[in-house]
């Protein structure tokens, strides 16, 4: 899946316009790419670490044609060692999910408190992460002991348990 396919999926997927769901993207990786410049590492549990390696830009084929191209370094993303193509195609869609509540929707700013209510799955750990990148304090809500301790794991604020588990 190239980046055109990825943006056109994650607006069908959330019926928003394309121009929307290229906007959020191009916002998620650019908080990614500061965050790298600043030689800070990215790490979004369940999807690995995003850092800065220098290469050049890759040659390729267009699979409908046959024809070659170049694609610039900027358009590349190593895939974790371990994870398969599927896995790394999913990510986006879980960051734009996330994207789309705390930025554009909740407008999360420094200093808010934002709650997350189930820890344990992609979307929840991604909004975790995310609301900690924005500044925000989070609280979570776990149903159990073991993905209280994951929760904690994350966020390292406020994580309540389920009454009885």
Do not use: Y
């Not at 170049?70 to 879980?94: C, E, H, I, L, W």
């Amino acid at each position: 899946m190239n980046k055109g396919e990825l943006i056109e999926t994650l607006a069908q997927l959330n019926d928003i316009p394309v121009s929307q769901s290229r906007a959020w993207l191009e916002s998620l990786l650019g908080l990614i790419e500061k965050k790298i410049k600043k030689g800070e590492d990215v790490n979004i549990t369940g999807f690995g670490k995003f850092e800065s390696v220098k290469r050049a830009g890759r040659k390729g084929r267009n699979p409908a044609t046959g024809e070659a191209i170049k694609v610039p370094a900027r358009n590349v993303v190593a895939v974790p060692d371990g994870f398969s193509m599927q896995q790394a195609a999913a990510a986006p869609t879980v960051a734009v999910t996330t994207w789309r509540m705390l930025v554009t929707r909740g407008q999360v700013r420094p200093g808010e408190t934002v709650l997350v209510i189930g820890a344990g799955g992609g979307v929840n750990s991604f909004t975790i992460q995310l609301a900690k990148l924005l500044g925000a304090t989070v609280w979570v809500v776990a149903g159990g002991a073991d993905k209280a301790q994951q929760a904690l794991a994350e966020c390292e604020q406020f994580v309540f348990r389920e009454h009885g588990t």
